[in-house]
T-cell receptor
Framework: SQQGEEDPQALSIQEGENATMNCSYK?????LQWYRQNSGRGLVHLIL?????REKHSGRLRVTLDTSKKSSSLLITASRAADTASYFC????????????FGGGTRVLVKP | GAGVSQTPSNKVTEKGKYVELRCDPISGHTALYWYRQSLGQGPEFLIY????????DSGLPNDRFFAVRPEGSVSTLKIQRTERGDSAVYLCASSSRTSDTQYFGPGTRLTVL
């Protein structure tokens, strides 16, 4: 079963625009991670945010975490065609050890 | 440095056959994970090793699936009597003792005809 749900399921934007996607989860978490996947193969790690953190930045990426709402958002600023990919959030919990539970992903298309 | 590697990248087999999928984690990473991803879905956890032992195998769907990591490095996922429903991309990840970040390999796409 999947804990997280991403919203929207698909997103189409023009190059240079910002892309925002959201992730909701059901149980208390230890960490939340965002990954990018191109063409259905390996996942590339983007950002890890801990349950006691509220916001993290990495280059053009900004992640927020609201544990009271059990949700996170990923913002990609000034998007590029190369950002076209599927984006997944994944959570782990202290009770379940280190295994990650993924959402269904957001498919982002950045049009040149 | 080298990332997580997986072989083969693609495997086509017939229903009922036995397959082995290999994962070579990042050097020095003590934790190794297997996930399975069906088309259009997020990855789902299968099994997790800490060192040589399986710390959590709760995600293995049934007893046709088995994984080993005999020397605490390379791991092999073994699937007996494959079924068409086993077709998926099998992903391996590893992490170090000091970090919660999991680094993924490119995956093995398994197709059962």
């Amino acid at each position: 079963s999947q804990q997280g749900e991403e919203d929207p399921q698909a997103l189409s934007i023009q190059e240079g625009e910002n892309a925002t996607m959201n992730c909701s989860y059901k149980t208390s978490i230890n960490n939340l991670q965002w990954y990018r996947q191109n063409s259905g193969r390996g996942l590339v790690h983007l950002i890890l945010i801990r349950s006691n953190e509220r916001e993290k930045h990495s280059g053009r990426l900004r992640v927020t975490l609201d544990t009271s709402k059990k949700s996170s958002s990923l913002l990609i600023t000034a998007s590029r065609a190369a950002d076209t990919a599927s984006y997944f959030c994944a959570t782990d919990t202290k009770a379940a050890g280190n295994k990650l539970t993924f959402g269904g992903g957001t498919r982002v298309l950045v049009k040149p | 440095g080298a990332g997580v590697s997986q072989t083969p990248s693609n495997k086509v087999t017939e229903k009922g056959k036995y397959v082995e999928l290999r994962c070579d984690p990042i050097s020095g990473h003590t934790a190794l994970y297997w996930y399975r991803q069906s088309l259009g879905q997020g990855p789902e956890f299968l099994i997790y090793f800490q060192g040589t032992g399986a710390a959590d195998d709760s995600g293995l769907p049934n007893d046709r699936f088995f994984a080993v990591r005999p020397e605490g490095s390379v791991s092999t996922l073994k699937i007996q009597r494959t079924e068409r429903g086993d077709s998926a991309v099998y992903l391996c990840a590893s992490s170090s003792r000091t970090s919660d970040t999991q680094y993924f390999g490119p995956g093995t796409r398994l197709t059962v005809l």
